[in-house]
């Protein structure tokens, strides 16, 4: 684990110095911490595909539904047994998984199965959330057929609704920076300072008063592991440059997109 939080260690902070290029006056301070839980129940205020939670419907597929939302929204204490970091799936996935440049779950089902070069096989939607399981929450893979996993696919194909099958919207993924930012580590510690440590805490460990959940760990025995796509440079500073501070904006806000539906 240690070599892991070494390593988790030098991504966040290079991350942050490659933002070297942010205008002070861009870049929002933090100002009062806002919990997170104040942040993943506005799904339908999101710009990207608004979704209103009221509409998921009743009966055996709406407890699904809400099943799922709440799986990703509290991940560790609802899978303890498949997570081994103190992550939720919207940690990363913003506002429940509705927003651009941070990795939005909208039209996922349309997308899958599909074709990743890494494994080098074709893959369906089960795999892809299992590859998250095993990275991103440094835990292990849920049946395919287990009532856990067919509740978050059951969430995801609720934000999908009215989205064309097989469309990859834009605002898909983290946004890459490009070029790419050279980092700069000295840089990255300052800003990290300033800017993150209010929420994030000084030591990047996230703050868990009385063991409950408001900010997330970037890095340490809490965070994921080094396989992570947040584990990359590249992605890691291109959803802090889009989403960070938290409620505050990066330097770069991307305007609403056009509707995915159309
Ligand atoms: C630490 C951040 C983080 C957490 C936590 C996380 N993910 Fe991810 N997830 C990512 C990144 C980064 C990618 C994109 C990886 C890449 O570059 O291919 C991704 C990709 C995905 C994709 C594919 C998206 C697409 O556009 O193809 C799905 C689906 C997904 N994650 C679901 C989940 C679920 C469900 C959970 C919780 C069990 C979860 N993720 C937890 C960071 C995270
Ligand atoms: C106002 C508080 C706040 C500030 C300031 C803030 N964050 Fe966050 N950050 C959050 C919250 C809350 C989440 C998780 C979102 C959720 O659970 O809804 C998050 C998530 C993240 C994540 C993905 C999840 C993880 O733990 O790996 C990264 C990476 C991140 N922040 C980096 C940064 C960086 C770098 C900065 C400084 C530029 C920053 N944040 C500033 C509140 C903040």
């Known amino acids: 684990m240690s070599r892991f939080a070494t390593r988790a260690t030098l991504v966040a902070l290079g991350a942050l110095g490659a933002l070297a290029g942010c205008r002070a006056e861009e870049r929002a301070t933090a100002g009062t911490p806002v919990p997170a ?12 595909h608004p979704v209103d ?13 809400r099943r799922g939302k709440q799986i990703v929204e509290h991940t560790y204490e609802e899978l303890p047994d498949h997570v081994g970091d103190k992550l939720h799936c919207t940690s990363c996935h913003l506002a ?15 997308l899958f199965p599909q074709y990743r070069s890494r494994g080098a096989r074709v893959i369906s939607l089960a795999d892809r959330i299992n590859g998250c399981f095993e990275r991103s929450m440094n835990g292990s893979p849920l049946d395919p057929r287990s009532d856990e996993m067919i509740a978050i696919e059951a969430y995801m194909s609720f934000l999908s609704k ?6 990859s919207l834009p605002g898909r993924g983290f946004a890459k ?4 930012p050279v980092p700069d580590r000295a840089h990255g510690a300052e800003v990290y300072a300033t800017t993150c440590a209010a929420c994030h805490g000084a030591d990047g460990a996230g703050q868990f008063p009385g063991g409950v959940y408001t900010f997330p760990p970037l890095w340490g025995d809490h965070s994921f592991n080094i396989g992570a796509g947040m584990a990359r440079l590249d992605t890691a500073a291109a959803f802090i440059h889009a989403n960070m501070p938290l409620g505050a904006g990066g330097c770069r806000r991307r305007t609403p997109t056009t509707s995915p539906t159309s």
């Open 177 to 180: 920076i490009d070029p790419p």
């Open 37 to 48: 839980a104040a942040t993943t129940t506005v799904i339908s205020r999101s710009p990207y």
């Open 162 to 167: 009215g989205v064309k099958s097989g469309a």
């Open 53 to 65: 939670v009221a509409t998921i419907p009743d009966g055996p597929l709406g407890d699904a539904i």
């Open 96 to 110: 429940g998984g509705t927003v651009a440049d941070a990795g939005p779950w909208v039209g996922m089902p349309g």
